[in-house]
Every structure is written in C-alpha cells, then in structure tokens.
C-alpha cells in the first residue's frame, strides 16, 4: 500500500485511472497466445530458458554454506525507499544489498561493477568485472596455498 500512496504522490489524482489503465492492458496481453512466426523460430528463445530457469529456481533448495562468497552485481536500483534503508524495485521486490545470500552464507563479500544485470558482462563493464574477479581469485589462491602446501607435503 505505501508504494501505491507513493505513486498518488508523485503522478497526481490521475494516478488510479492510469493504474487501472495498464492493468487491464496487462491482463489481455498475458492472457493471449504468443504468435511466433517463422524467422522468430530460427532465433533464441528467451522465454524458453527464462520458463526452464524458473522451474529449476522452484525446485531448488537452498542450503546454508559455511565458506565465503564472492558476490559480484551492478549498483542497486530501487523504485521506492520504505524507510531503514528498505528499498523496492519495479517489480516490487525487496532490493538487498547482498542479494539477500547473507541469510545463508556468514560471508557476503559485495563488489560493485558497472551496468546492469546483463551489461555487466558486456564491454567496457566486463572489464572492471575481470579486474576485481581476477584480484579475489588470486586472494583466495594465496590464502588456501599454505593449506595445500601442508597437504602436499603429508
């Protein structure tokens, strides 16, 4: 509710006509059925892999992780501050600063790249990525070569 009374503020008194607008357009356009014509089905089915990664997201179950964990996202986007640094995004989602993985793993080390989502693995992004991927890799090398040394030598 607080994000509707944020978006009366912000867009006016039209604010529910508008809503109720792109709802109803929402609901016919998921309700028809995707036409797909030929050239589109010698392409890449996004929505394909976007079905099969959600049911394999359903069926997973997350597990506590006592090691760390290197978690490398672009800058958070939210829509709507709900106060004590909560943040929502356009899809009204809770936006955590890491990704909400500090609830399994007691480790979270964040890096921020530039981009977005999918522009983050894009050049010129890509290249800060590999920056900072390429120094916590070599981190975690030095930091496990003295427990493999002792291995080795056993």
Known sequence: MRIQLKELRTKGVAYPVIWAKNRIAWEIAKRQPAQETEAQGQQFHDAEIEAAFLQAVARYQVQSWSGNLALFR?????????????????????????NDWGQWVPDVQVFEVPGDHDSMVLEPNVRVLATRLKAV??????????????????
């Open 74 to 98: 672009p800058p958070l986007r939210g829509k709507w501050a709900l106060g004590n640094g909560r943040l929502v995004d356009q899809d009204r989602a809770y936006v955590f600063h890491d």
């Open 137 to 154: 890799i070599a981190a975690a090398e030095a930091e496990a070569a003295p427990q493999m040394l002792r291995e080795a030598a056993e």
